[in-house]
Every structure is written in C-alpha cells, then in structure tokens.
C-alpha cells in the first residue's frame, strides 16, 4: 500500500511539474516558423508551415531560405511561381530574424473588387495549452513592412478565441481583438519592430489569430511618400511570435528570448532616483536608438506588473551649449522615454516627465566619456 502510495504521489508531482513547466514556456507552437511540411513553392506557401494555419481564403505567404537554392530558383522560375526565398523575395528584401524562415501578410488593403469588399490575411494557431484565466501573459511578434508597400498600418492586433476560427472568403473577420498596437504606424523596411502586450486572461483563450480586424475607414494609416498610387496595400514580414506566462518573480520565457527579472529591472525604491544605463544619447540629439529599448522594455514590463504606480521621467544634458538650449534638450528626451512608454500602453495619467538641462551632473563635464554620462535618463517610481 506505501508503494502504491508513493508511485501515485510521485505521478501527480510529474503532472504538476509537467503543468508548470508548460505554462512558463512559450504556448506558441512553431513561433518563428521554422518547423514545414515541404519547401515553399511561390505565394500562398502558408500551407506548408506546421501548427499554423490560415483561417480565411486571404492568402498568406511563408519566406524561407531552402527557396533560395539554384535547384528552388530555377523551379520557380520554370512554372512561373513568385520566388519566396530569404532573404531576396517577390516582396523585397529581408533577412529572417532568428532561422531561415517567416512569413508575409496583407493587414490592410484598399483594392476592392466589389462594393464594400475588404481583403485581408491572418494567420492562426492552437497554443499548446489554453491561458489560464486571471493570469497576466506577455504576447509579442516582430514585423517588418515590405519596400512594396503602399501604406504602414497601427491596426497590427491579436485575436484569442476558445475555437478555431474559419470563414470560407478572404474577407475581413468580423471579430474585436483583445490585443492592439495603438502606435504611430510602422514604416520600419530595414529592421524588425517588435509589437508588444501585456494581457490577463479570460482563461477560455486556446486559438490565437494575428491580423487587422479593423474596418479601411478606422485604419490608421501612413502612405510612403515614395509611392506615387493611392491604391495598394500594408504588407509586413512577421516572425518570433510569443505568449508567455509572466510569473510572479517577474520572469518570463519565449524560448530564443528568456527574459529575467521583468518585475523589479533594479533594486527600485519610491521616489529614489534611477539612472539608465543603456538609454544614452548623442550629443544634440533625443532620438531613442534601438539599443535602448530591452532596457525600456524592462521598466515597461515593471509598469504593467505594478499597475497603479506612477513614474515620473527626468531628462539631462552635459554643459555644452546654452542652457537654455539645454533646457529644452533634456526637456524633449525626458519626453522621448515617455511617449515610448505611453505607445506601449501605460496610461498617460501614469508617466510625468520634465527636463532639468545642464543641472545635477552625475560625471566629469571636462572629459567626453563624462559629458556621455550626463546626456542621460532617470526615472523615479512615485508610488500610487
């Protein structure tokens, strides 16, 4: 009886231990659309990529390196197909961001066929277990527009369902997605943009659905100034799709991106000033440069797990230059770091910010590697 005891015992620590491990992972299957069936013959090679897909007639398209051997290219260009390699395809240039493959889709089109018609592509997904109900997920996918494209999009969004979702057209769903980028459209052709969430559960979420649901006439959109028709499309390049549990220490996994200490990004107390570290800006300048976002990421993911706390952002120059000038310097990266922060959806209400210019210099104002320092960021958690 001990025996049969302790190996019921022992199946139940495995089940939970299985449970635990699998809801801490990425619940994506296939996230970065590695994982096909055959190689990708022209458009409409969705189809060959496991675990994922198309829910409509909308006509997805999956970009992969084998597509760019001499044997694929001269078979496309044998039966006419449209080439679907990577990084060089029929819908730009792009190299994949982790792997050799990722796929393309239409999120908005303007090219009716009849009255009223609205063309749109998604792409769908069963995650590996359903979101478990109050429990906060960090979601995240990574786009890119194509050169061809006539317009960038901000209706980038994400559809959970507890059912698979099909509908015999290539219309656009008539669904409301839990999840919206609420950003300036993204214009980005060279680089990967990451599209980020925080979401809590309903706990019946098990199909995931990524797309535009929004009506053309509420699209945000943004036409290249370099095209010169005003007919045409909003095409990206997604890849590295995420649904993650945020666990209680702050800590999430998404496989080729394990992100650590989300909750606490430093030894944060109130109203204690906080100097980043990695958000350093050129002399002149308050533009925010790629490398500063993971640490910006960090403090966003910190907001959205303490939601009634409130930041305020303090922006500093070194002395170069009038101090006036200065002022409104500092002023303007002061307000770089907020509106980055207000575009991934803390609530404007939360995030101060204020420029103090030359003032308060934390190095040496006589040595360059000094002023470097003083052209910094801090921020302070003012509680609630």
Not at 59 to 77: G, L
Not at 171 to 199: C, N
Not at 213 to 220: G, V
Request: with cysteine.
């Amino acid at each position: 009886m001990y025996l049969r005891s302790y190996a019921l015992l022992l199946h139940l620590t495995i089940i939970l231990f299985s449970v635990q491990l699998c809801s801490a992972q990425n619940l994506v299957p296939n996230p970065s659309f590695e994982g096909h069936t055959d190689c990708p013959e022209g458009d409409a090679g969705s189809k060959f990529i496991t675990r994922w897909y198309q829910p409509t007639k909308g006509s997805t398209d999956y970009f992969n390196m084998c597509a760019a051997t001499p044997q694929a290219i001269y078979y496309q260009q044998i039966h006419g197909l449209q080439f679907v390699g990577v990084p060089d395809n029929f819908r730009g240039f792009k190299n994949a961001r982790t792997g050799k493959g990722y796929i393309g889709m239409i999120f908005y089109s303007n090219v009716s066929h009849k009255t009223g018609h609205e063309y749109r592509e998604y792409l769908t997904t069963k995650l590996i277990s359903p979101l478990i109900k109050g429990k906060q997920y960090v979601v995240y996918f990574y786009v890119s527009l194509s050169p061809t494209s006539t317009f960038g999009l901000s209706d980038i969004q994400v559809l959970f369902t507890p059912d698979s979702v099909k509908r015999s057209d290539d219309e656009r769903l008539p669904f409301s997605p839990q999840l919206s980028y609420s950003d300036a459209p993204v214009m980005d052709t060279a680089g990967w943009t990451k599209i980020s969430w925080m979401y809590t559960a309903q706990g019946d979420e098990h199909f995931m659905t990524l797309g535009n649901f929004t009506p053309n006439e509420k699209c945000k959109l943004k036409k290249d100034s370099a095209v010169t028709h005003s007919r045409g499309v909003a095409y990206y390049y997604v890849d590295d799709v995420c649904v993650s549990l945020l666990k209680r220490n702050g800590t999430f996994d998404c496989g080729n991106e394990i992100t650590k200490d989300v909750a606490k990004p430093q030894q944060i107390t109130e109203d204690q000033n906080i100097a980043f570290t990695n958000v350093i800006f050129e002399t002149d300048k308050y533009a925010l440069s790629s490398a500063s976002f993971q640490e910006l990421d960090t403090l966003l993911n910190y907001l959205h797990h303490h939601s009634f706390e409130k930041i305020e952002i303090g922006g500093y120059t070194d002395n170069m230059g009038m101090a006036g000038k200065n002022l409104k310097l500092s002023e303007a990266r002061a307000k770089a770091v907020a509106d980055y922060l207000i575009s991934k959806g803390i609530e404007a209400t939360r995030v101060n910010y204020k420029g103090y210019g030359s003032t308060n210099p934390v190095a040496d104002n006589e040595t360059q590697e000094g002023r470097k320092k003083n052209r910094r960021v801090e921020f302070r958690i003012e509680g609630k």
